[in-house]
């Protein structure tokens, strides 16, 4: 029972394009949500996140959204650039109650053509 | 600031053979965390330790792996015997506390013949 899904394993998009992510949740008591991302052959590498209280967070080319509503998340990369080819993982932990281990989901392969 | 250290990168081992990782973490780090991820899957965590305690090692294979973080800095995870399913990167990651971002070190592979 897979409780964080990213249902689209690869994308590629041209540099300067927007790039969106996305990833669906099923567990409602997740109160925070993550965004990793991963070169080969290195560990991942934290991006950004957000709290379960907001619905949006920025920090320079990307963006975070949340829908709780839909329990949906997505990532946006705008620009894109080639450097931003990677393997992205959405992660969700329940900070409020819990121990804070984080539940991944499959990863999505970005390609960023220039 | 130096990240999370891990050893060795790779490991090779037959079926039934053992296996020992390192992780060293980030200075003044609490929590460790060791986790699983299998070829084509999201990282799955294995245990967390809080200092020198075990917090979570409820996905933790009990018979055949076992962790240990003695001092409260370093720890290694073990498996006794490996099976061909072990086959995996084994990634360590620290955080400052619960809750807070984690960071993870290369990983090891493992493959399993």
């Known amino acids: 029972d897979q409780q964080v899904k990213q249902n689209s394993p690869s994308l590629s998009v041209q540099e300067g394009r927007i790039s969106i992510l996305n990833c669906d949740y099923t567990n409602s008591m997740f109160d925070y949500f993550l965004w990793y991302k991963k070169y080969p052959a290195e560990g991942p590498t934290f991006l950004i996140s957000i709290s379960s209280i907001k619905d949006k967070n920025e920090d320079g080319r990307f963006t975070v959204f949340l829908n709780k509503s839909a329990k949906h998340l997505s990532l946006h990369i705008v620009p894109s650039q080639p450097g931003d080819s990677a393997v992205y993982f959405c992660?969700?932990?329940?900070?409020?109650?819990?121990?804070?281990?984080?539940?991944f989901g499959k990863g999505t392969k970005l390609s960023v053509k220039p | 600031e130096a990240g999370v250290a891990q050893s060795p990168r790779y490991k090779i081992i037959e079926k039934r053979q053992s296996v020992a990782f390192w992780c060293n973490p980030i200075s003044g780090h609490a929590t460790l965390y060791w986790y699983q991820q299998i070829l084509g899957q999201g990282p799955k965590l294995l245990i967390q330790?809080?200092?020198?305690?075990?917090?979570?090692d409820s996905q933790l294979p009990k018979d055949r792996f076992s962790a240990e973080r003695l001092k409260g800095v370093d720890s290694t995870l073990k498996i006794q015997p490996a099976k061909l399913e072990d086959s995996a990167v084994y990634l360590c990651?620290?955080?400052?506390?619960?809750?807070?971002?984690?960071?993870f070190g290369p990983g090891t592979r493992l493959t399993v013949l």
């Open positions: 990651a620290s955080s400052l506390d619960i809750g807070s971002t984690q960071y």
């Open positions: 992660a969700a932990a329940r900070y409020g109650g819990s121990q804070g281990n984080l539940i």
């Open positions: 330790f809080q200092n020198n305690g075990v917090v979570d």
